[in-house]
């Protein structure tokens, strides 16, 4: 089989398993509000955690909760992916063979090059690929993106955020809601991939 490397159909990739939005955990949070043992408020927290979180995430245009996706191919193609940061290291290629059996493509037939990270990164097919069976999207890549570990001033721009939206539940806060948006919008943009 050809690899095509042009002529691309845009790369959308799917979601298998979303994030738990725990990595910047409950505890920090609270640490960060100074409020003690109380639990009384946990759910509350979690929810603003999580959107603050999950806000950072789509202005960012960043994965930043590690969770697992996958992109659907048509046939073996180079392509730059549409998420960052992937875990580069755990990028796997499965397709259904001319048998219509799944199978797992060797990792010594393709190359993920790790572009950094204000950039997305691209895999690149090498050498001959095997023959696939004729079905709707016979391969796809799997893989994790996100951070294991949060870069601390970005979980420092999270922790102010979701302190900001549990702080001023009500209508009744200083300033406008975009002003609280526009601040957190400023922060967050040195990790926009633009």
Same mark, same amino acid.
């Given at each position: 089989m050809i690899v095509l490397t042009t002529q691309r159909p845009e790369i959308i990739s799917r979601i298998q398993t979303e994030g738990t939005y725990t990595t910047l955990t409950l505890a920090t949070f609270k640490e960060h509000l100074k409020w003690g043992d109380d639990t009384s408020e946990d759910v509350t927290m979690q929810l603003y955690l999580t959107s603050a979180?999950?806000?950072?995430?789509?202005?960012?245009r960043r994965a930043i909760d590690l969770a697992t996706y996958?992109? $659907?191919?048509?046939? #073996?193609?180079? #392509?730059?992916?549409d998420i960052a940061p992937i875990v580069v290291a755990g990028v796997a290629v499965s397709y259904y063979n001319s048998s219509d059996v799944l199978t797992t493509l060797p990792t010594t037939e393709y190359t993920v090059k790790d572009k950094g990270?204000?950039?997305?990164a691209e895999i690149e097919f090498t050498g001959t690929m095997p023959e696939l069976y004729d079905r709707y999207e016979p391969v796809y890549v799997q893989f994790?993106? @996100?951070?294991?570990? $949060?870069?601390?001033?970005l979980a420092a721009i999270i922790l102010q955020q979701a302190a900001d939206y549990f702080?001023?539940?009500?209508?009744?806060?200083? @300033?406008?809601?975009?002003?609280?948006? #526009?601040g957190f919008h400023k922060r967050l943009f040195p990790y926009k991939i633009l």
């Open positions: 979180i999950k806000q950072a995430e789509a202005y960012t996958r992109t $659907y191919l048509d046939s #073996f193609y180079n #392509f730059t992916f990270r204000d950039s997305y994790q993106a @996100g951070y294991s570990t $949060y870069p601390a001033d702080e001023n539940r009500t209508n009744d806060q200083n @300033g406008s809601l975009n002003e609280v948006t #526009f």
